[in-house]
């Protein structure tokens, strides 16, 4: 399946199934946010203001989708959502298939390309990273793996990709501890570019000639 221009245009979506742990009102430096367990671990959710006057109950479960939004200054991403369904009152109450996907933990997909990779050998050890740019972000992944370093292909090239999450507490400048999520590379494959039309100044296919011209009718006497 090659990539569709529009989903260039879109960042790296989100999906899972979770249950709501607590609410965070928002202030000067963070949105109001929801924290949901997903399988696997905590995540902060973006939600309305209204959201929070009015949260679900403690272990409900939810599906949640949406987008993530980049933050230059430190790398971090934030979940910003579009969907919260809610699915159940725990999770025994799952369905079956509700409960493969919960198990199966927060889904985050995408396309973008390769800005530029690079791998280091010191002292035996070989420190390996590459840059990728998607819509409204560019990030730079280390510590790679060598298998999954190897399925990067050349810079330029256009890739689809999942990313995990992971979590880290910092303190704010008023010393209050946050939660920062960060996103790490997990899979990574080469696609095509899906343009739908045949680019400009392209020569005739191999064997082909241009049509011949009519012949010129002679004036009438």
């Known amino acids: 399946m090659t990539i569709e ?25 963070w949105k109001p946010s929801y924290v949901i367990e997903f399988f696997g671990g905590q995540m902060t959710v973006e939600v309305d203001e ?12 939810f599906l949640i989708a949406g987008n993530l939004r980049h933050n230059s200054r430190n790398g971090s991403v934030s979940l910003v959502s579009s969907v919260k369904k809610p699915l159940a009152d725990s999770p025994e109450s799952l369905t079956q298939a509700q409960m493969e996907q919960y198990v199966r933990g927060l889904q985050v997909s995408g396309v973008g390309i390769v800005h530029s990779k690079d791998s ?15 819509q409204g972000a560019t990030h730079e992944f280390r510590k790679l793996t060598p298998e999954l ?9 256009y890739v689809r990709f999942e990313l995990g999450l ?8 008023t010393g209050q501890s946050v939660l920062i999520q960060f996103p790490s590379l997990v899979s990574i494959k080469a696609d095509e570019l899906s343009t739908g039309s045949v680019p400009r100044g392209s020569a005739p296919p191999e064997g082909s000639a241009a049509p011949p011209r009519a012949a010129a009718t002679p004036p009438k006497a």
């Open 5 to 29: 221009s529009r989903e260039l245009m879109q960042s790296p979506r989100f999906e899972g199934i979770g249950s709501f742990v607590y609410c965070r009102p928002g202030n000067e430096e």
């Open 166 to 173: 992971s979590v880290k507490e910092e303190k704010n400048l």
């Open 120 to 134: 280091v050998s010191v002292n035996r050890q070989t420190y390996s990273k590459a840059t990728l740019k998607w």
């Open 50 to 61: 209204s959201e929070v006057h009015n949260p679900p109950a403690v272990g409900a479960m």
């Open 149 to 157: 370093y190897q399925r990067i292909p050349a810079i330029g090239k």
